[in-house]
Nanobody, 122 residues
Framework: VQLQASGGGLVQAGGSLSLSCAAS????????IGWFRQAPGKEREGILC????????YYADSVKGRFTVSTDNAKNTVYLQMNSLKPEDTAVYYC????????????????WGQGTLVTVSS
C-alpha cells in the first residue's frame, strides 16, 4: 500500500495549485481519502476528505470555498485543487486513507503519503 502526494511548490498569495495523491497497492473502493496539512510548529490538521463509497466530502472551515477535492478512479488518484491561496496555507500536505468516516481524526487513517510542501508567499 502506497500513497504518493505530489504537486507542491511556491505560489503567490491569491494563486492556485493542484496537488495529486496517487495510490498503489489498493483500490479506492470502500476507502476514504483525506488531505491533511502541517505547518511548522503546528499540529497536523485534517482539511478535506472524500468518500469513494458515496462521494461525500468533508471540508474544514479554513479551506471551505477555496479548496475542492476530486477523484479519478481509473487512475487511482485524488486531486486537491487549491484556489485563492493565503500565506497561512503554507504547510506540508499529506494524503491518507481510512475505512471509517471520521474525516478530521488522524487516528482514523491507516496509511499516509510522504507529504508535499506548499509555500504561499505574501
Amino acid at each position: 500500500v502506497q500513497l504518493q502526494a505530489s504537486g507542491g511548490g511556491l505560489v503567490q498569495a491569491g494563486g492556485s495549485l493542484s496537488l495529486s495523491c496517487a495510490a498503489s497497492g489498493f483500490t479506492f473502493d470502500g476507502y476514504n481519502i483525506g488531505w491533511f496539512r502541517q505547518a511548522p510548529g503546528k499540529e497536523r490538521e485534517g482539511i478535506l476528505c472524500i468518500s469513494n463509497s458515496d462521494a461525500s466530502a468533508y471540508y474544514a472551515d479554513s479551506v471551505k470555498g477555496r479548496f475542492t477535492v476530486s477523484t479519478d478512479n481509473a487512475k487511482n488518484t485524488v486531486y486537491l485543487q487549491m484556489n485563492s491561496l493565503k500565506p497561512e496555507d503554507t504547510a506540508v500536505y499529506y494524503c491518507a486513507r481510512s475505512r471509517n468516516w471520521n474525516p478530521a481524526n488522524k487516528q482514523s487513517y491507516d496509511s499516509w503519503g510522504q507529504g508535499t510542501l506548499v509555500t504561499v508567499s505574501s
